[in-house]
């Protein structure tokens, strides 16, 4: 098994920046997929950004140019948000994976508001 907690959302600004960090903690050799997902009200959840085995990283259009996906040798990942518009607020969601693009593991989440 492996837990995953969020932490580092919040409320920001327009234009503001937040980074998000995912902590992994079991049975993390198992882990080769990575990823974030966000859920904002009323919507279904969607996928912000992932890397695969290979170190694939991709982004949903929404994102593109203003979020950056990393991880750590100790699957640890993070997202660093700048730019933050207010379609970014959700609930942002880290998901692992033993097989590429097939989620095993969710975090809780972290709510990430973006308001003036």
């Known amino acids: 098994q492996v837990q995953l907690v969020e932490s580092g959302g919040g409320l920001v600004q327009p234009g503001g920046s937040l980074r998000l960090s995912c902590a992994a903690s079991?049975?993390?050799?198992?882990?080769?997929?990575m990823g974030w997902y966000r859920q904002a009200p009323g919507k279904e959840r969607d996928l912000v950004a992932h890397?695969?085995?290979?170190?694939?990283t991709n982004y949903a259009d929404s994102v593109k140019g203003r979020f950056t996906l990393s991880r750590d040798n100790a699957k640890n990942m993070y997202l660093q948000m700048d730019s933050l518009k207010p379609e970014d607020t959700a609930v942002y969601y880290c998901?692992?994976?033993?097989?590429?693009?097939?989620?095993?593991?969710w975090g809780r989440g972290t709510l990430v508001t973006v308001s003036s």
């Open positions: 998901a692992m994976g033993r097989f590429d693009y097939v989620i095993d593991y």
């Open positions: 079991g049975s993390i050799f198992s882990i080769n997929y």
């Open positions: 890397i695969t085995s290979g170190g694939s």
